[in-house]
């Protein structure tokens, strides 16, 4: 302990010379590859909220806060569509005017890109990455010439299609549980139209078990875009996303993958694209159809939703608004999307903090270590009080004091 202390003493001399910000509720609007003009969407967030992937216009980008630098992946029309949960390992894909051309392709920290089989020669695109960084799923050119649902190895660089036994022609997978082995996907086949299918995988990747994923009774079809971190809840559309209004949906293995539709705004569109424990994100629209990034909770879904608008105003009193919510980190603290920021009258991606306060080991940055930029966190922010003070207020009792300092200390040293 005494070691400790000398250390603190020796840190007081030289944190007149250092900063750190404040922890808390924050958004922060990622802007474009442009100072003016064009516009932006965020796809996905690694889990300490330092690397977003999304597109920017219309080019595939990596926002890097670590860095403070904005990464444009690929010159031509592209988008990045998930990341790990480290933030060294993207998918996404290059669009094309012609459906056919589309391509999928991986990047890697720093700036590495490659493409992923069957392409650059054939037609294919992911939509969703594993936390490790190990597995993506999408959609791929099969040896039968069909489109169907793709699950790619990416360390072995390796890809696989899969079927409904017998009659499905076409799909795409749209999400993958954390140990790759639960897999949704959207699919069309002879007599049974468009509708979902979960696909339960063997070690070796091979099918073990399936089964569809229906609209709600009298509508049309349904797309799941996410399944759950375990593999027991996917969330995606249900109507007629084709033309016509579709709503957000859940199918829960609790209930025999029986669609729940969930509460909306009032409008005729809405879709949930992402889950992480019991947090779904979408959008909603409101009567009048404009979009609001919306949150539920999975005990409450079908009956509840919350208009971020609403929880975050405080973050919004220029005008701005969130549109869209497209993903949230795997660790569940952070949401990505689209919204209108007010300040550059344009449609930008967005990085939202939702982190409250949670009591912790004194880890205040969150990266594993509790070490000297945690206890300088904490001296810089000693004697503040509040409500909304951050990691800073390690006992979360609303004060920065002496039991705070006291966490790092005892604890210092821990996971370097």
């Known amino acids: 302990m005494r070691t400790r202390w000398k250390h603190l003493a020796g840190l007081l001399c030289v944190c007149g010379t250092l900063w750190m910000g404040a922890y808390g509720q924050t958004l922060i609007w990622l802007g474009t590859l442009t100072p003016t003009g064009g516009s932006s969407a965020a796809s996905a967030v690694s889990n300490d909220g330092m690397m977003i992937v999304g597109e920017a216009n219309g080019y595939a980008t990596v926002w890097n806060r670590a860095t403070n630098t904005v990464i444009q992946v690929y010159n031509g029309s592209s988008v990045l569509v998930g990341v790990s949960a480290d933030g060294t390992r993207a998918v996404g894909l290059k669009n094309s005017v012609d459906y056919v051309y589309q391509r999928a392709f991986m990047w890697q920290s720093p700036n590495n890109f490659e493409w992923l089989p069957p392409a650059p020669d054939r037609f294919c695109w992911p939509a969703d990455i594993t936390p490790s960084g190990s597995h993506a799923v999408g959609k791929a050119s099969a040896s039968s010439g069909n489109n169907l649902p793709a699950l790619w190895d990416l360390n072995a660089r390796q890809v696989r299609t899969y079927a409904v036994p017998g009659d499905m022609y076409h799909g795409e997978a749209y999400g993958i549980s954390d140990d790759a082995r639960t897999v949704v996907a959207f699919g069309h086949g002879s007599g049974w139209g468009y509708k979902g299918v979960v696909f339960r995988l063997n070690s070796d990747g091979t099918v073990a078990a399936w089964a569809f994923l229906n609209p709600v009774l009298g509508h049309y079809g349904c797309v799941p875009r996410k399944v759950s971190g375990n593999g027991a809840i996917a969330v995606g559309n249900t109507g007629n996303f084709w033309g016509g209004g579709y709503y957000p949906v859940m199918w829960r293995e609790a209930n025999n993958w029986q669609p729940e539709q969930l509460a909306h705004l009032g409008g005729n569109a809405g879709e949930a694209f992402d889950i992480r424990g019991d947090m779904i994100v979408g959008f909603s629209a409101l009567p009048n159809g404009q979009r609001r990034a919306v949150r539920w909770r999975v005990s409450s879904a079908t009956t509840e939703v919350e208009d971020l608008n609403q929880t975050y105003a405080a973050l919004l009193s220029d005008g701005s608004r969130l549109s869209r919510a497209n993903g949230i980190s795997a660790n569940g603290r ?83």
Do not use: K, P
């Not at 509790?370 to 000693?382: S, T």
């Not at 409500?387 to 040293?413: E, I, P, T």
């Open 334 to 416: 952070y949401i990505v999307g689209q919204g209108y920021n007010a300040a550059t009258g344009r449609d930008e991606a967005f990085l939202l903090d939702t982190q409250g306060c949670a009591s912790h080991n004194g880890d205040v940055d969150e990266n594993g270590c509790v070490d000297d930029a945690d206890l300088l966190a904490v001296l810089f922010a000693f004697g503040q009080s509040g409500a909304d003070l951050g990691r800073v207020d390690v006992n979360c009792d609303q004060v920065v004091d002496d039991a705070d300092l006291l966490q790092v200390l005892f604890s210092f040293g821990s996971g370097c």
